[in-house]
């Protein structure tokens, strides 16, 4: 697998008016976290998007390097948390936490969704309840997504993150029953049919209706 890197550089002036300008220039505000420690750095924004595509995940290790900075051969990092502007939904900040060789990490993986149900087929209707799961594995077992066949799922099936297929030497830390996707059976809604009482109610109204007339 080849391997992806990210342009970092230190940054030694903070606060508010220092992001806004700092993102006026084409970089995104992050922190590099480690173990209680933290770093203040800045990331381009067109080097970001380069390396995610335009979809964030967790579940990407890449290399850091530094363009201040010797001496940083070998660290490694990946997203832990990102903030959106809200009405633009451009991001403003990054949270990038590093990771130590031989550690255990806790992140989240995407799960993909493949195949068309055969409940679906059918006539059913599927929803897919949760997109990602939490795990815990070393740097080097991340997978950065698991698949969910959906063909064979019928009406009334349903997947859960403990039936998801992991490596054995990824555990799952979400819970084992969370509803990953679901197929249920499309309700008919039909017109009750009026009883003999209500039919018989419903003559005598007419009746005296006309009788008025």
């Known amino acids: 697998m080849e391997r ?17 300008r700092l993102r006026q220039s084409g970089y995104i505000p992050a922190i ?18 380069t390396l ?21 051969e070998g660290l490694q990092a990946f997203v832990k948390d990102y903030q959106k502007n809200p009405i633009t939904d451009e991001i403003i900040h990054l949270d990038l936490f ?3 060789k031989g550690e255990r990490i806790h992140t989240h993986i995407p799960v993909e ?8 087929k059918r006539g059913g209707t599927m929803e897919i309840y949760n997109r990602e799961i939490e795990i815990e594995c070393l740097p080097k077992d991340l997978p950065e ?30 819970s084992p029953d969370l509803v990953i996707v679901a197929v249920h059976a499309t309700r008919v809604t039909t017109e009750a049919e009026p ?5 018989a109610a419903e003559g005598a109204e007419g009746a005296a209706t006309e009788a008025e007339e």
């Open 113 to 120: 969704i493949v195949g068309h149900s055969a409940g679906v």
């Open 145 to 174: 997504k698991v698949s969910v066949d959906v063909t064979e799922m019928l009406e009334g099936d349903t997947v859960h993150a403990k039936d998801i297929v992991l490596g054995d030497d990824v555990k799952l830390l979400s």
């Open 98 to 100: 590093k990771v130590t």
């Open 195 to 199: 009883s003999e009482g209500e039919e």
């Open 52 to 72: 995610f595509k335009g979809r964030v995940s967790e579940s990407v290790i890449f290399d850091i390097i530094y363009k201040d900075k010797s001496g940083t």
């Open 32 to 49: 590099l976290y480690s173990h209680g420690e933290s770093e203040s750095i800045k990331v381009a924004q067109k080097d970001f998007f």
């Open 4 to 20: 992806r890197h990210l342009n970092v550089e230190i940054r030694t002036e903070r606060g508010k008016n220092e992001n806004v």
